[in-house]
């Protein structure tokens, strides 16, 4: 499975519409943790998810490096540009804070290398207004890992 992950605001979603409507079947995370019954009021129960998903080749949310993954893309972004977005969506300045604060610290990057290898963790940044350019990288990862099949 190719884990689609990064803070909020990275393009996570915007990227799986544009991988669906490119023919390369993209599910979310969270709707896939609703309809398996891994949540529990707001909270996604990681373990449960992982033993209990099956069949889905490319996912994407902010905790999908933490499943079983075969490689992990993670989107990033500027801080000025997160802060932007998020404060568009409207999060609190302390909720902005705190992701810029994940961001920074490469902890996504790290958790992911607890459970791959560094060849296996890609970073792309979507900074660029261009969510064409973005696609077309992350389906040459997507080839490159699947030994250039679609999906």
């Given amino acids: ?13 915007t990227l799986c519409l544009d991988l669906n409507r490119n023919g390369v079947t993209c599910r979310s995370a969270n709707d896939e943790a609703q309809r398996l019954g ?4 707001d909270v996604v129960d990681i373990d449960r998810l992982r033993s209990s998903i ?13 499943l079983d993954c075969e490689c992990a893309i993670i989107l990033t972004a500027s801080e000025e540009t997160i802060r932007k977005r998020l404060l568009d969506r409207g ?11 994940v961001m920074l610290s ?7 290398l607890d459970r791959l290898p560094a ?8 900074d660029s207004e261009n969510e064409g350019a973005v696609l077309e990288r992350v389906k040459e990862i997507i080839s490159l890992i699947r030994g250039n099949n679609k999906s």
């Fill in 54 to 66: 099956d069949g889905v080749n490319i996912i994407e949310g902010h905790y999908t490096h933490l």
């Fill in 106 to 112: 490469d902890s996504i990057y790290y958790e992911a």
């Fill in 119 to 126: 060849g296996r963790i890609f970073t792309v940044s979507t």
């Fill in 38 to 41: 891994c949540v529990s009021g």
């Fill in 1 to 13: 499975m190719i884990c689609i992950t990064g803070i909020p605001g990275t393009g996570k979603s």
């Fill in 91 to 101: 999060y609190s300045r302390e909720k902005v804070e705190e992701n810029i604060g």
